[in-house]
DNA sequence: ATTAGCACTCATTAAATACGAGTGCTAATC
DNA sequence: GATTAGCACTCGTATTTAATGAGTGCTAAT
């Protein structure tokens, strides 16, 4: 059965009182409700609930309790009952001073966004292949060599080399050609033993040190293909009680400060992205487990070059959704700008 | 008034006992504790717990409950009382596995030991005043140079400098000999207006694009000087209701994710570091506020080098100081350990 | 189709009661 | 003089009971 138009009005009503007050919503209070134009007696009003209980899209707590939404009703809501908040052009320009570093950007991003929602927040990096642009091998000391490995998108990672052969700036040099012939604008998959073979004959009597270095090498690029994630705000989780009692509300911030189970969420999330890149997990939709008495809002945000990252909230399902899309759609705007403007942000290590 | 030894003996049974309970204790429960020879009746011993109270060692939560340990009883019981756990060379081999990455370690150490103690941990990364070792400009792209900087203790510093005179290999090279001349073994005060003045004069036609290489690098070795405390457990703190309400919790817990009031307790824990480098506040001494009814163990660990840093545990004031003592102060010796025999452990960024 | 009215349910709160762990004190005992 | 048995007393916690009131479902009137 199709809702009519009535019911609609109704179900909004509830679920933005419900969001609002967070008590259950009696059927007397949507008669007084002013905002929508319904003027019908809480009796009539009574049927109708009863109706929209019957189609699952309300619950009441106790018998002799007012109704409050279940996941159906959230998610008629979020699709097709709440209509965005205008965008009234706050000073959006505020939310970020500028960073030149990504790590620190992605970091403010998520404490900004903790700190304007309530919410616990989560962002990653944006995920791409990974090609070498450029290395850089110097000697540090008698037995310590460091290179310096730039990848795409100027992401830089060091690794300190310990060589027990006396090697002279010549052969560095040697090394760094070598290194660079071979190895500019190849990911972490075209690096195989083929390649590793050739470049030992070519080097001839250094071939055993380059096998270290090279280990060296592969584990940089390696790190640098790692999805970072930067959490903030997880200690809004403890704001809302109704998220069940303290060893559950603990055990989902274990989960936050973790991360690695995030990552999980975070790969869910970037498979189903739709046009729009904002999605909306409502309680039992949520992918991961232990996240089943919350809502989850994901964005995706795009540099120029295609890579994408991923904003993330956490809250509970009374949570304010049209808030929190709209401000992760204008976030994942401004991001997308600064990429697009700055067109290296560093990552410096 | 002094204690006597059969005072002292009560004391010990009454905190040894509540910190395994966490219920207050009474005077039967003490009559009947097999593990001192005391064969007392409960009468005798309610007599010397009310000197006991009446010297401020315990209290009663209410009229009709057992004693529970002052501020002053657990710290005699520190001082004086408790012998420590002899170190039954528990598989402490196995507690860390080897990390090349300093950065990596500390992180490490700080989870393994919250996972050990389930309470609350931070670690901070040695302190002390870093020297430049080394630095490498090298051209990644036309308008990008990346600057690296090693300072003492191999801890690697990256920087991209933005730079829009197009500089040839021979140009970079120039500039490598020329900051290295001047910056190597230079701490962060001594790079001054002299110095700049100095190499602007020797760098002729490229004294502007100088000025922007240089606030990159003074920028890197700023961050180096930085200190990181890596944290882990923070989660362990709702483990302990005992201390206040969730709004008190989570405040407490809001200060640990943010970290920089953590440094001000570091800080003030390394100026009162004495001989054995172990230090407990039980409540009111904890040098930071919010955190009074909690007890902070901090230990203090050193690198070859003379550079020390800071281990600190978060508790419950019942907290089980004898292991925990213990086991900082194993850790504190196998990471003396490590330091010194991986004479460099690598901070790769 | 809507609404007024009423009986009913049930979470929440407050008050009343019982329980028991533990104390302090006194008088008897070693 | 130190120790202990015994007993009255305190007070937090748990349990019971009753009162309150928000909100419902249903029926009959509009």
Do not use: W
């Not at 060893?247 to 999980?264: A, I, R």
Request: aromatic share 6%.
């Amino acid at each position: 059965m199709e809702l009519d138009e009535r019911k609609k009005k109704i179900l909004k009503a509830i679920i933005a009182n419900y969001l609002e007050t967070g008590e259950p919503v009696g059927s007397r209070t949507i008669s007084k409700y002013t905002d929508t134009d319904l003027s019908l007696s809480s009796a009539t009003i009574r049927n109708e609930m009863a109706d929209l209980e019957e189609m699952g899209y309300i619950v009441q707590p106790h018998t002799s309790a007012g109704r409050i939404p279940t996941d159906k009703g959230y998610r008629f809501y979020v699709d097709s009952l709440m209509e965005e908040k205008v965008d009234v052009e706050e000073e959006k320009s505020s939310l970020l001073e500028r960073v030149d570093r990504m790590e620190l950007l992605l970091k403010q991003v998520a404490k900004v966004l903790a700190c304007n929602t309530n919410y616990a927040t989560m962002v990653t990096a944006p995920k791409y292949r990974k090609t070498v642009k450029f290395i850089q091998l110097s000697k540090v000391d008698a037995d310590n060599l460091l290179a310096v490995i730039v990848v795409d998108g100027n992401i830089i990672k060091n690794k300190m080399i310990v060589v027990n052969t006396e090697l002279d700036n010549e052969d560095v040099l040697k090394f760094n050609i070598l290194l660079n012939t071979f190895l500019q604008g190849a990911s972490l998959e075209d690096i195989n033993l083929e390649m590793i073979q050739m470049m030992k004959t070519q080097s001839g009597e250094y071939a055993p040190i380059l096998e270290d270095i090279f280990s060296g090498i592969v584990d940089a690029i390696h790190d640098a293909n790692e999805l970072e994630i930067y959490t903030s705000g997880a200690t809004n989780i403890l704001k809302y009680p109704e998220l069940g009692d303290i060893s559950k509300t603990s055990e989902l911030l274990e989960k936050f400060e973790d991360k690695s189970e995030l990552s999980h969420l975070i790969e869910e999330t970037t498979n189903k992205a739709d046009g729009t890149g904002i999605q909306v997990y409502i309680g039992e939709e949520a992918p991961v487990q232990d996240m089943k008495d919350c809502s989850i809002v994901t964005a995706t945000y795009k540099m120029p070059e295609g890579a994408e990252g991923t904003i993330g909230i956490l809250g509970p399902k009374r949570m304010d959704y049209k808030k929190v899309v709209s401000t992760l759609k204008n976030l994942t705007i401004e991001l997308d700008e600064i990429f697009k403007k700055s067109k290296g942000v560093n990552n410096d290590g």
